[in-house]
């Protein structure tokens, strides 16, 4: 499926797919064995210009469109998700949090440093005991003279044992999601630990971290936004968080198809091509439908983006069929390729792990249908 891109976007996804194949698609399962993507290769990413991609010119980035951002996440989805998180996270979640809410010094600081892929950032909203209940979050900031003093516990932080800076909301006021504020706490500030968390279904090539924060002194410079902001910044960025995990998930039913078409037409079963079995064309006929569809709705979202129009309801609609589709296609994918799909010479158990994760994070396909049903009905089912 094509709609219309101009010259740059397609040049874009053409070069990012040609680097992707040759540089990421031969080692992925090497790295989800070994539980850690090579980093040598974050260099590499940052010179195509991932790390950069809605970052403007003048911080270092490439300073595109959101509608070619999408085709990153896409094609990065398609090749490795565990390298679309790392993006996703450091030039998504983090970058677009300092380039929307940051003063010119916190952008001169940490945005070029961010695109050039010299700093990795991470996001540090979820704890222990608040997931889906962000605005209820118990970290917590005290003012200290010219200081604040943060103390509290993060859970599920994507490049959280690799980022340079954090992204930490953390509570000023008890006054629920009004009391939250955000903070740049670069990691080896004194009282800040994170401990990587193993044993992962999927996503094993990127680093999942706990983080721990023990009288973290930060000067009140390091304060995104104003006192009372940090729940907004992190709704608002989330909500751009929620097209890039979509995207990632158009990318990862365009590679469930792929490879169940390729795997289908030449294994021969019976004296046939597996593709000539009617059941066999309906699992992939529905990954087809699935990835057309949810590219769609990404694409919508990035058009919104890019006219300055509310995207926040389309996102979690593109969230939410995108993430359920990509579990859909990657259980069809084994189906396809049958007792091969359930071992790792072929890449279909690989792309079932990742996309487990795809309707948790970044709001659980649950959140994202309170979301949807709050829109449509203007009744808040959250309380
Ligand atoms: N953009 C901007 N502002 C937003 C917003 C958004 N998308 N969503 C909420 N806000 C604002 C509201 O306007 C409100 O502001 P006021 O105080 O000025 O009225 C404030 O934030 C509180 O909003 P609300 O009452 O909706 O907050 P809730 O605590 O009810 O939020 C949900 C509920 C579930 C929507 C929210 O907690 C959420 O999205 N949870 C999922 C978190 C998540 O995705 N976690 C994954 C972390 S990253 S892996």
Redesign the pocket.
Known sequence: MDLTLTEEQQAFRDLARDFLEREAVPHRTQWDRDEQVDLAIIPKMAEIGFFGLTIPEEYGGLGGDYLTYVLGMEELGRADSALRGIVSVSNG?FGKSVLGFGTEEQKQEWLPQVAAGTALGC?G??EPDT??????LTSRARRDGDDYVINGQKL?ITNGTWAKVALVFARTSDD???GVTAFLVPTDTPGFEAREVKGKLGLRGQATAELFLSDVRVPASARLGEEGQG??IA??T??K?RVSVAAGCVGLVQACLESSVSYATSRTQFGRPLASFQLVQELISDMSVDADAARLLVWRCADLIDRGEPF?TAASKAKLFASEAAVRAANNAIQVYGGAGYVDEYPAEKYLRDARVMTL???TSQ?QK??IGRAETGV?A??
Not at 131 to 136: E, I, L, Q, R
């Open positions: 979640l996001f909203l979820t997931g889906s209940d962000a605005g209820n599920f629920g999601p009004r729940f907004k709704m608002t989330l909500d968080g926040g994070y970044e709001g959140i309170l979301l808040n959250f309380v």
